[in-house]
């Protein structure tokens, strides 16, 4: 079974720091991409960083997060990490990890954990 646990939001002060994490398991971690997602209230979901499936591997990220926003995996533990700094309050949001997954059938089926919530605020 596929399970995706994210932890580490809170609350931060406009240019403050966190760091999310993104426990994985039920499938071969090593062998794909990851990804982080954002929703704020009344928006859509949008894609904040991605990370090829090798430790260092190579990563994108949205215009918006660029400089100020690292993802990164440790294969070994089986987990995904996206370093915030510099936060701003329009990082205010709900963040999700991310996999995308073959299924039986040939298609692809797209796997979400349950969010952990961002607030920047003073």
């Given at each position: 079974?596929?399970?995706?646990v994210?932890?580490?939001?809170?609350?931060?002060?406009?240019?403050?720091s966190?760091?999310?994490?993104?426990?994985?398991?039920?499938?071969?971690?090593?062998?794909?991409?990851?990804?982080?997602?954002?929703?704020?209230?009344?928006?859509?979901?949008?894609?904040?960083?991605?990370?090829?499936?090798?430790?260092?591997?190579?990563?994108?990220?949205?215009?918006?997060?660029?400089?100020?926003?690292?993802?990164?995996?440790?294969?070994?533990?089986?987990?995904?990490?996206?370093?915030?700094?510099?936060?701003?309050?329009?990082?205010?949001?709900?963040?999700?990890?991310?996999?995308?997954?073959?299924?039986?059938?040939?298609?692809?089926?797209?796997?979400?954990?349950?969010?952990?919530?961002?607030?920047?605020?003073?």
């Open positions: 079974q596929v399970q995706l994210e932890s580490g939001g809170g609350l931060v002060q406009p240019g403050g966190l760091k999310l994490s993104c426990a994985a398991t039920g499938f071969a971690f090593s062998n794909r991409i990851m990804g982080w997602y954002r929703q704020a209230p009344g928006k859509e979901r949008e894609m904040v960083a991605l990370i090829d499936r090798a430790d260092g591997g190579t990563t994108s990220y949205t215009d918006s997060v660029k400089g100020r926003f690292t993802i990164s995996r440790d294969n070994a533990k089986n987990t995904a990490y996206l370093q915030m700094n510099s936060l701003k309050p329009e990082d205010t949001a709900v963040y999700y990890c991310q996999v995308v997954l073959p299924t039986a059938g040939g298609d692809f089926h797209d796997y979400w954990g349950q969010g952990t919530q961002v607030t920047v605020s003073s």
